[in-house]
């Protein structure tokens, strides 16, 4: 199609080859297509093809009651239960017991509703709570709980295998006793817990329907026990008692009574005591700590999502059955205990379950399945949130080593267990446990927050078939995760809270494009509409003015350099940059035509420019000229100031590909992700390389009327003017000007003051180019008067006057002329543009030029004379801007404050 470089014309599509489908959206680029309608929130399919989707739908295929309930409840009843039942009674005595259970599973209780409303929305991947709340809020709040969570994975899967060799060195006597000796015993189970996980989730699964058989056993053997052991009074204290780091002595008291009343009375109320494994006088804090890490294994289904039959089903279901079997465990348990130990048995030994029982064998076979299958569970968790991550290249490129589409991710599962093995040197359940808990509490205080947001925004989208939760819940449920979190412990609460916003500012900075939305388009679509409808026309004028652009191009091809001018124009205000196509809208293919729209979109992306993109359809350049002009932009946010190419200006210089170099050198970072050549490329190709510009004879798509004629609509729907000219140079220039010994400047020739919109506007243009980054190292301000040498003094104290009311530091040059006068300046007819040519490239060290543009005629059959005399005031000079100002832009100092 034929096209000119005054404005956005053009007969077809910008993109070439829109049959290749690849080229028109990369795997990197994002979704343009702007169509949702059916598509659920969690949707995994958009990019995708039919065979993964229909992959992770079908792979293992595990069960609601093995993939879910039997994990949650294994990871549930592990270390707590069996080793730290007595500890928690203990300290906190029987009321205040329950009442922290009951704040636990609260908790709990309300982020299952949150998980299972998000769950049932639609598809959830591998990856579990990362996938849900990557695809609610968006990459940066996904990626930052995600690798949170992960962690609280490799913390609790060192904290259960700690618990384990506990047992172990409680039960078997001929263990050497010693710290390494331990954390061998440690890295070995760490080991068989590599293997099972290696062989893969179904593997995992049957070794976790027997592990969870004997932990059934076990507990029914706990319960029954209180019913049918004998009492005892000779307890023996355990060997690890006194051997901590304060040598704690045991009293040498420790008793059981079948079932009594008195008993129970007397384990009613705390005594907080010293724990013997750290040392450390305990508190409500401290013991909460460790009682909700025995509530936080309901992620443990949703870890595995991507391997469940069903997971929307599976999920929601499973973890609330496993949630409140386990509730009601708990609370039997505790009354038990309470019941039959006395205050030192309870605090002095953690394994009394297996010292009491008529069977001790049995509880041991429980605590050794419990805890290793919790292990296990938090090892293939943790590989799965990491490969998920890692498939969402969040971290970047180089951590996609850890994603794996076929088979188990054998990567993600050695780093996995590589910091297991670090957290073995811990070797405390007692210091471990806090530090699961809070990790454990932020991510589900951020699964409710993006529960919340989803509901309360109304996303048309949401609508997940399980129906028991609301708003409400979900922010009840997020409030509860943060004060728990910072009453427990606000030093590891801070530092969590810290870690998370560190790695959303991370993953933001690097803008990392994703194909799927976020909830954070709802919230921020409600803001936007709620401001645009607050602002006031008015509020526009005056001294909070600013450009707000509209800016006409043909192919951002060669008319890049002036796209990134126009954009440092604008001064945190609005810029669209506009494309007319033209025909008729019925024969104009609707995706040629979002083909325009997706490409403007990619070249704002990629070159990181703040824009917008709009595109026209019309039977003629002025008409789709006047559709930007009257429809572009809402509300109070609609352009005030166009900026036109030059008529006829026929150089073809390529500026997209030399950009390249200079991007890749700007943004490159380890805060910021560079488009990739590949990526540039692909978006380069969307603009394809034309011939040189025809004359305008030849080209029947635009004339001078028509030119002129879009001039005159833009001042008559109150718009100032810029046209630009020369502006291929404008790299070059101040690239030169910043390895120049000499001062280079950006100059501003008025002409005329009898215009006052315009003398204000040019000078508010040139003071906001110069204070841009890119230009207010490289050039100052000068600013020129053309006088005679009898009015000279009086035109620089006139000017002087002007510069110090607007605030605006520059430096004054005067150029005589005898023969230029003011009504000529006016007026400026061709010879007075061509006199006033010739002095304007007298100036040297000019980056860039501002002058007058005069009124376009009102007949346009003066349309190619006026162009002639655009032509010739321009000719040969550098980079330059003629405005006309529409309205007062500039504040003076009466009327600044």
């Not at 990526?679 to 004339?703: G, I, Q, S, W």
Request: aromatic residues 10%; neutral net charge.
């Amino acid at each position: 199609p034929q096209s000119h470089s005054a404005l956005g014309v053009q007969t077809g599509p910008i993109t070439v080859g829109m049959a290749d489908e690849e080229t028109r959206l990369s795997p990197a680029s994002p979704s343009l297509n702007g169509r949702d309608e059916g598509i659920p929130l969690l949707s995994p399919s958009r990019g995708r093809s039919a065979s993964v989707v229909a992959r992770d739908q079908q792979k293992n295929g595990l069960t609601a009651f093995e993939g879910v309930f039997v994990p949650c409840v294994l990871s549930i009843f592990s270390v707590v239960l069996f080793l730290r039942l007595g500890y928690i009674v203990g300290q906190s005595g029987l009321a205040l017991c329950l009442t922290m259970l009951a704040v636990s599973y609260g908790i709990v209780f309300l982020t299952i509703l949150s998980i299972s409303g998000i769950a049932t929305n639609g598809l959830v991947r591998g990856g579990g709570a990362y996938y849900m709340i990557s695809r609610s809020l968006g990459p940066e709040f996904g990626g930052a709980i995600g690798i949170i969570f992960y962690f609280a994975n490799i913390f609790s899967s060192g904290l259960y295998i700690v618990g384990f060799v506990e047992a172990l060195a409680h039960n078997v006597t001929a263990l050497p006793p010693g710290k390494w000796v331990l954390f061998a015993c440690g890295s070995g189970v760490l080991l068989f817990c590599l293997v099972v996980v290696l062989i893969g989730a179904r593997a995992f699964a049957k070794t976790s329907m027997i592990i969870f058989a004997a932990v059934m056993i076990s507990v029914i053997s706990v319960a029954l026990n209180f019913a049918y052991a004998k009492p005892q009074d000779d307890i023996s204290c355990p060997s690890d008692v006194g051997a901590g780091p304060g040598n704690v002595t045991c009293p040498g008291d420790l008793a059981y009574r079948p079932f009594s009343v008195e008993m129970l009375k007397s384990n009613m109320y705390p005594a907080w005591t010293v724990d013997y494994t750290t040392d450390e006088e305990q508190s409500l804090r401290t013991v909460f700590a460790v009682l909700f890490n025995g509530c936080t294994g309901i992620m443990a289904g949703a870890n595995i999502s991507g391997d469940l039959k069903d997971a929307s089903v599976s999920i929601p279901y499973g973890t609330m059955a496993a949630s409140g079997f386990t509730f009601v465990v708990y609370i039997l348990l505790f009354v038990l205990s309470a019941a039959s130990c006395n205050r030192d048995l309870l605090l002095y030994d953690y394994s009394y379950l297996s010292d009491i029982n008529v069977v001790p064998p049995m509880v041991m076979v429980g605590i050794f399945c419990a805890t290793l299958s919790a292990a296990l569970s938090c090892l293939i968790g943790a590989s799965r949130i990491i490969q998920a991550i890692a498939r969402d290249r969040l971290l970047g490129d180089w951590f996609t080593v850890f994603s794996s589409e076929k088979g188990e991710p054998v990567r993600a599962v050695f780093l996995s267990w590589i910091l297991v093995q670090m957290v073995l040197f811990i070797g405390q359940i007692n210091v471990i446990a806090p530090i699961v808990s809070m990790l454990y509490l932020i991510s589900y205080a951020i699964t409710n927050f993006a529960c919340f947001a989803l509901a309360v925004t109304g996303a048309p989208n949401f609508r997940p078939t399980f129906k028991y939760f609301s708003w409400h819940t979900a922010l009840t449920g997020f409030v509860l995760c943060m004060v728990v979190m910072f009453y427990v412990n606000t030093p590891y609460a801070g530092v969590t809270v810290a870690l998370a916003v560190v790695l959303w500012f991370w993953i933001h900075v690097r803008h990392i494009p994703v194909e799927w939305g976020d909830v954070s388009q709802s919230l921020m679509y409600h803001q936007v509409r709620k401001y645009l409808l607050l602002m006031r026309p008015d509020a526009a004028l005056g001294k909070y003015w600013r450009p707000q652009i509209l800016y006409l191009a043909t192919n951002p091809r060669y008319d890049f350099e002036a796209l990134r001018y126009v954009n440092e124009q604008k001064k945190g205000g609005l810029l669209i940059l506009g494309h007319i196509m033209v025909g008729d809208v019925q024969s104009i293919e609707p995706a040629h035509y979002q083909a325009n729209v997706n490409a403007l979109l990619e070249l704002a992306r990629q070159s990181r420019l703040k824009m917008f993109g709009e595109v026209g359809i019309a039977k003629s350049v002025r008409s789709g000229a006047q559709q930007l002009l009257f429809c572009s932009g809402l509300g109070t946010m609609r352009p005030n100031t166009v900026f036109v190419g030059f008529y006829g200006e026929n150089e073809r210089l390529d500026q997209l590909i030399p950009y390249r170099t200079r991007l890749n050198r700007l943004h490159t970072s380890i805060m910021g992700r560079a488009p990739t050549v590949k990526e540039f490329d692909a978006m380069c190709a969307r603009f394809p390389v034309t011939a040189a510009n025809l004359t305008t004879e030849e080209n029947p798509e635009m004339t001078p009327e028509d030119y002129v004629g879009i001039l005159q609509d833009a001042l008559t729907y109150s718009k100032s003017i810029g046209v630009l000219r020369n502006m291929n140079s404008v790299s070059n220039r101040l690239d030169n000007a910043k390895t120049a010994a000499e001062d280079h400047f950006i100059d501003v020739w008025p002409l005329t003051s009898s215009h006052l919109q315009s003398y204000e506007m040019l000078l508010q243009l040139a003071q906001i180019l110069g204070s841009t980054r890119r230009w207010r190292s490289s050039a100052k301000l000068r600013v020129f008067t053309i006088c005679s040498s009898r009015t000279a003094e009086a035109e620089r104290e006139a000017m002087k006057k002007v510069l110090k009311s607007l605030r605006i530091k520059a430096k004054i040059e005067q150029v005589i002329s005898e023969t230029l006068s003011t009504h000529e300046l006016e007026d400026l007819n061709l010879a007075t543009c061509k006199e006033v040519n010739t002095l304007m490239r007298l100036q040297t060290n000019t980056c860039h030029m501002y002058s007058y543009l005069p009124e376009p005629p009102e007949n346009l059959q003066d349309a190619r004379s006026y162009i002639e005399r655009l032509g010739a005031l321009t000719v040969g000079l550098p980079p330059v801007t003629l405005v006309h100002g529409a309205a007062f832009v500039a504040t003076h100092h009466s009327e600044a404050v």
